[in-house]
């Protein structure tokens, strides 16, 4: 089985031609079919399989360190990315019967919309669903969809897990950023019945058979912990390959001053935004994976984490992805008119990292809000 500096090395190779597409990427409004090909035949999309279904017995850590570096060449293709590995990750505390069916082939692919706007009717074997999900990302690509539902006596939000056929698609992911994620509206006309063993209770404590059965120390930790950096992910790779471009659109730019032309890259301005937005960058990706490998210790070796301990890394991954947002925006400023332009990389990523920091999970103020009140005691642990 490839090693994760194996998988690693094949998605730097990837890294030319993904950024050759990202502007396809954007035009079409999802990720093209030829990329989606590329990450299977690399054998990227079974990274976050557990073993028995194609996985290679790596944990999600694997998944982050391939995503980041997707998001330098197309924030867009990362997002998709992270986002569908992590419905893999997950499936593997569903049902046996689930699991089955979804890992019918190790190369599946699912999106999600888990926020329970549909009408939802929960019944003695199951479910019935109607109605619309939006913002799910990848959809275009999904064999399975991940819909959100809400069972009004227990006030406990369930992901259903519905086959591709059973839902219609409504194209109307027109944004300003992110626009190759194709995060589309799921929608049911006819209500859709969805039997009892493909729901999966959201949140809670883990159950750790999946961690000691599926020998993966991440399915030690509560769900919620590790979905904020999934989204993160992305805006981090978008930071740092913000700041690639930055240097080589300084180095190539020259001024007039009077009778002379001067390169950019001498002027100190230029200097000291691309030092601060290089450690921002850098201080963001140390930060998930700092956080990501503790989770997976604290998993592995059973241990609970602390009311104190999860609202600390929910705040440093939005954190992350705050120092991700702010080193590409100074890098933007600096970058003169021809930043402006739709079809300029820096301007791409401009979009794409500020629409990614617009999804709730990784929204500053309600983490920064949540570890205050936890930290100076306000809070009672069990409200979240």
């Known amino acids: 089985m490839p090693t994760e500096a194996e998988l690693i090395r094949r998605t730097e190779e990837l890294l030319p031609v993904i950024a050759e597409r ?21 054998g990227l999309i079974r990274v976050s399989n557990p073993t028995r279904y194609g996985g290679y017995g790596l944990d999600i850590d694997t998944t982050f360190e391939i995503g980041w570096r997707l998001g330098q060449a197309c924030g867009a293709t990362s997002w998709f990315y992270t986002v569908s590995q992590s419905h ?38 199951g479910w019935w669903i109607s109605g619309r999900w939006p913002y799910s990302s990848g959809v275009d690509h999904a064999d399975w969809v991940m819909l959100g539902a809400l069972d009004l006596e227990s006030k406990s939000l369930y992901a259903l897990m519905v086959p ?20 589309k509206t799921i929608v049911i006309d006819e209500p859709v019945f969805v039997p009892r063993h493909r729901d999966m209770k959201a949140g809670g404590p883990p159950d750790l058979k999946w961690r000691d059965k599926h020998e993966r120390g991440s399915y030690g930790v509560p769900q919620f912990e590790v979905m904020p ?3 993160a992910t992305p805006l981090i790779g978008i930071a740092q390959g913000a700041v690639t471009e930055f240097v080589d659109r300084t180095q190539k730019r020259v001024i007039k001053r009077g009778p002379n032309s001067v390169s950019m890259a001498e002027d100190p301005g230029g200097q000291f935004r691309v030092a601060e937005s290089a450690a921002e960058s850098d201080a963001a990706l140390n930060i998930i ?26 705040r440093n991954q939005c954190y992350a992805a705050k120092l991700s947002v702010s080193a590409v925006n100074r890098l933007f400023d600096a970058s003169g008119a021809g930043a402006l332009f739709a079809s300029s990389a820096l301007a791409r990523m401009h979009r794409d990292v500020n629409a990614g920091s ?9 983490s ?10 306000v809070e009672s642990p069990e409200l979240w």
Request: proline residues 3%; negative net charge.
């Open 368 to 377: 920064a809000a949540r570890y205050g009140k936890v930290r100076l005691g």
């Open 289 to 314: 994976r700092t956080d990501l490998r503790e989770l997976i210790a604290h998993g592995a070796a059973g241990e609970a984490l602390t009311p104190l301990d999860r609202a600390r890394i929910w």
């Open 358 to 366: 617009h999804q709730a999970a990784v929204q500053w103020d309600a």
């Open 88 to 125: 893999n990750w997950w499936m593997g505390t569903a049902s046996e019967a689930a699991q089955e069916e979804y890992f019918a082939s190790p190369d599946v692919i699912s999106s999600s919309a888990y926020a329970p706007t549909g009408q939802t009717k929960r019944v003695d074997d």
């Open 229 to 231: 950096a999934v989204l």
């Open 164 to 183: 591709r056929a059973d839902v219609t698609i409504d194209d109307d992911w027109h944004v300003s950023g992110l626009k190759g994620t194709g995060s």
């Open 22 to 42: 990202a502007a396809k990427t954007e035009d079409v409004r999802r990720v093209p079919d030829e990329t989606v090909r590329d990450l299977r035949d690399a």
